[in-house]
């Protein structure tokens, strides 16, 4: 009975140990603007989303990422990061403009932010907590990322 005992601790021991090495921290998002503003993650929660106007996910979700943006009510920040490849400024300035979207952009010109988030395609949803802890990552735009916004709001779906 003490070994059965003994094996079960220690299997939750290295559950917890497992779910707490795979929650990732990063440092802090450091960043201008497209329209030359200051942006930082530190200390606040944060929605990125990493895209390109080339990926039609990304462009089919943007709406949706404006809507995001409006809902916020200040307990959460909404920052687009344009990964930069196969972009221009200007481009992306453009398909911003035409469409109205309002919310903070950043152009990663040379994909440190891309790299330091460990961003492998596009479109990529993370949300991160006031300490840089990744709360939620997923490719689209999933009903458990609304959930979590919608919880840091206090709205009900």
Known sequence: METI?????TGIVLLA???TASAKSYPPLQARTLADQPVSSSGKV???KFWATWCAYCVEEMPLLQQAFENRQESYQVIAVNVGFNQTVEGVKTYLN???YQFPTVFDATGSITRQYRVT???QHILLDASGKEIYRSALLTDELRQHLATLTGDKL
């Open 5 to 9: 005992m003994k094996t079960f601790l």
């Open 17 to 19: 140990l497992s779910a």
């Open 46 to 48: 944060t929605y990125l």
């Open 98 to 100: 035409r469409y109205g």
């Open 121 to 123: 395609g596009t479109p």
